[in-house]
């Protein structure tokens, strides 16, 4: 089946990392996503890894993919006030095209 | 350039109604995928056009449709309204068909009555 799982709500204080985690059931996924949104806006591309990778950092982002747990996970390094929005993980299959799965979002509130 | 632009960015219809949706791509890009988010499902494939051909469907009725133009613009309609069809329509766009990276819009949140 296809699923993909987040937790809805992350709090954290500024300057701290936050660790937002998504795991999925589909082995036969390609690419993993994070996507950001904020307040009535779209979806903003952050980031994505191919399933054969393991870790891919950029900036402060860094996200690893465990594939054996089919577990993903986004971390950003000294978070702002500015990074308070939804984080979307989503998986893609080779044979889908641009038919993502994605989670339902986890709430990220960055506090000062 | 220009990102993906959705019209209009807010609609109020009634029950029974029908409405049509805009998206303009990012320019070259030639395929145009439609999602509907909403508090309860979350976001959920619609279709994808590319080259003026539906290329994947998601599970939707019938109701929902779309095309896409010659120019890569394209439209999602929606027939005979239902209250639970509320929701942010996004509008994304990509090079190629199935290519992996999607730039979205900003959304048009229709509101049913």
């Known amino acids: 089946g296809e699923d993909v799982e987040q937790s809805l709500f992350l709090s954290v204080r500024e300057g701290d990392s936050s660790v937002i985690n998504c795991t999925y059931t589909?082995?036969?996924?390609?690419?993993l996503y994070w996507y950001k949104q904020e307040p009535g806006a779209g979806l903003q591309l952050l980031t994505y890894?191919?399933?054969?990778?393991d870790m891919k950092q950029d900036q402060r982002l860094t996200v690893l993919l465990n594939k054996k747990d089919k577990h993903l996970s986004l971390r950003i390094a000294d978070t702002q006030t500015g990074d308070s929005a939804i984080y979307f993980c989503?998986?893609?299959?080779?044979?889908?095209?641009?038919?993502?799965?994605f989670g339902k979002g986890t709430t990220l509130s960055v506090s000062s | 350039k220009a990102g993906v632009t959705q019209t209009p960015r807010y609609l109020i219809k009634t029950r029974g109604q029908q409405v049509t949706l805009s998206c303009s791509p990012i320019?070259?890009?030639?395929?145009v995928s439609w999602y509907q988010q909403t508090p309860g499902q979350g976001l959920q494939f619609l279709f994808e056009?590319?080259?003026?051909?539906?290329?994947n469907k998601g599970n939707f009725p019938g109701r929902f449709s779309g095309r896409q133009f010659s120019n890569s613009r394209s439209e999602m309609n929606v027939s005979t309204l239902e209250l639970g069809d509320s929701a942010l329509y996004l509008c994304?766009?990509?090079?190629?068909?199935?290519?992996?990276?999607?730039?979205f819009g900003a959304g048009s949140r229709l509101t049913v009555l």
């Open positions: 994304a766009s990509s090079l190629e068909s199935g290519a992996n990276v999607l730039t």
């Open positions: 589909d082995s036969s996924s390609t690419y």
């Open positions: 890894i191919f399933s054969n990778m």
């Open positions: 989503a998986e893609s299959k080779e044979q889908a095209g641009t038919a993502l799965i």
């Open positions: 320019s070259g890009h030639r395929s």
């Open positions: 056009y590319f080259s003026e051909t539906q290329r």
